[in-house]
């Protein structure tokens, strides 16, 4: 499918942008040229992916689709039960239901926006245990996603492992800038969590990705396929959520996965009540079958070698125009550090938020804030301050030529050259959940 592009001229954008709060999120898609907010929903589907689309059995129950779901879990993630939910945080909210009680402790390797929010609305408190490195955008270490060992055990000498339902472990660390976890990390995690029974929930989302990383980095997978490895790395753990959106190249779906019948039992019983029934979770047929297809087609060497190096080719592209990126480059887009690009604005008038209205002022191109507006505020109401402030630049799969990458990078090496006039933001408008996403600013 192709589908054409619309230019703007600046004055349009700085318009558009006005209107829309200085939040890419509420911009309209129409007014958009090259859209990096996201790659959730965003991949384009495969002629077998429609094709499978168009067999959708829309029964209410027991849908054929179902089972071919089932079976691409079990055969590629090798989970035993499985609840299909709407998308990954339908899944993120029964798993929280599930297994957290208030006062609970619940480590991870660096927070997510949803899954965090989750934990707490559950009664729990998130504790990040991931390496110092990965707060350091200088940094090269090559798994900047892996957890630190001392830091988990000082949570289990303090409140014990009895408070820890378990540890969280997302493959790859979306807010770190998409960095790996190395296969010997969550080995040496996992005889950790038997020895004090504790486990491990994998956030799988670009679990794909994270493969790659290993099979280019680590010593011993270099002659082991992508397919193996995501099943070795899912073997490590007792369970999972995903969002299907991301590494499955669906539109939309989402699943929780677990080998505990007891887990699998309520959170069979909880689907109910809210995503539907236990064998469609607030999809369609066709959406299931397509997430089953899609599971196939992500674990396959060349399209994640083709996808990764994609992000790669556009990374390398910054740097030669000196722009600050997170690096190593991560998997499914190129970070920005919003801080050192426009280092004479404090966090409080939001570097990343402002950074990414000004690429698109510039150019029409779409990315999204990941700073201090995303990590929102804590339960007692106080900002968080993160290390990071950055501005994602988000690669859909399957979608972009080399020839857009260029038009983004060179587009942001202009705002480069004239970051000292760039002024700041204030909010004007604040909403109480998850507010990057609908937060509103004004120019200072
Ligand atoms: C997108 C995402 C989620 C949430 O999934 P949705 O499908 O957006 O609800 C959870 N964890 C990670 C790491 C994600 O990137």
Redesign the pocket.
Same mark, same amino acid.
């Given at each position: 499918m192709v589908e054409l592009l619309k230019m703007t001229t600046a004055t349009q954008r700085k318009k558009a942008i006005r209107d829309a709060g200085y939040n890419t999120f509420l911009l309209k898609s129409e007014d958009v040229y090259i859209d990096l907010l996201t790659d @959730?929903g965003t991949s384009a589907m495969s002629d077998r992916q429609w094709a499978g689309m168009m067999r959708g059995d829309e029964a209410y129950a027991g849908s054929r689709n179902y089972y071919n779901f089932e079976n691409a879990v079990r055969k590629y993630y090798g989970y035993k039960y499985l609840i299909p939910t709407h998308?990954?945080?339908g899944a993120?909210n029964i798993l929280s239901k599930v297994l957290i009680k208030k006062g609970d402790i619940v480590p991870g390797n660096m927070y997510?926006t =949803? =899954?965090r929010l989750h934990q707490e609305l559950a009664g729990g408190t998130f504790a990040d245990i991931i390496i110092d490195e990965a707060h350091d955008p200088h940094s090269l270490h090559p798994f900047k996603g892996n957890v630190d060992l001392e830091k988990l055990d000082k949570l289990v000498k303090k409140y014990g492992a009895k408070k820890i339902p378990y540890v969280s472990i997302?493959t790859t660390v979306?807010m770190a800038g998409g960095q790996p976890v190395s296969m010997k990390n969550l080995k040496d995690l996992r005889s950790y969590t038997r020895k004090h029974r504790i486990r491990i929930i994998h956030?799988m989302?670009r679990v794909a990705e994270n493969a790659y990383f290993i099979q280019q980095r680590e010593k011993g997978y270099q002659n082991k396929s992508i397919k193996e490895i995501v099943f070795e790395i899912c073997s490590l753990t007792d369970g999972a959520t995903m @969002?299907a959106?991301?590494d499955a190249l669906v539109n939309i779906g989402?699943f929780m996965a677990t080998n505990e019948w007891d887990v699998f039992e309520e959170a069979r019983n909880l689907v109910v009540v809210y995503e539907g029934l236990h064998t469609y979770g607030g999809l369609a047929g066709r959406d299931m079958e397509a997430i089953a297809i899609g599971i196939e087609e992500s674990v396959n060497d060349k399209h994640q070698q083709a996808r990764v190096g994609q992000v790669e080719y556009l990374g390398n592209k910054m740097i030669d125009y000196g722009i600050p990126i997170v690096k190593p480059i991560g998997g499914h887009g190129i970070f920005v550090d919003a801080k050192a690009f426009l280092p004479h604005l404090n966090q409080d008038q939001y570097p990343a938020q402002t950074l990414a209205a000004e690429i698109f002022i510039e150019s029409g191109v779409r990315t999204m804030e990941r700073g201090i507006v995303s990590a929102g505020r804590k339960p007692n109401g106080d900002n968080y301050y993160p290390k990071l402030e950055l501005v994602r630049f988000t690669i859909p799969r399957r979608v972009y030529t080399q020839a857009h990458m260029d038009v983004i990078a060179e587009a942001t090496a202009e705002v480069f050259r004239r970051r000292n006039k760039v002024r700041g933001l204030k909010m004007v408008y604040e909403p109480k959940y998850l507010r990057f996403f609908q937060a509103r600013f004004e120019h200072l």
């Open positions: @959730s998308q990954g945080r993120e997510f =949803t =899954t997302a979306n956030d989302t @969002s959106k991301k989402g």
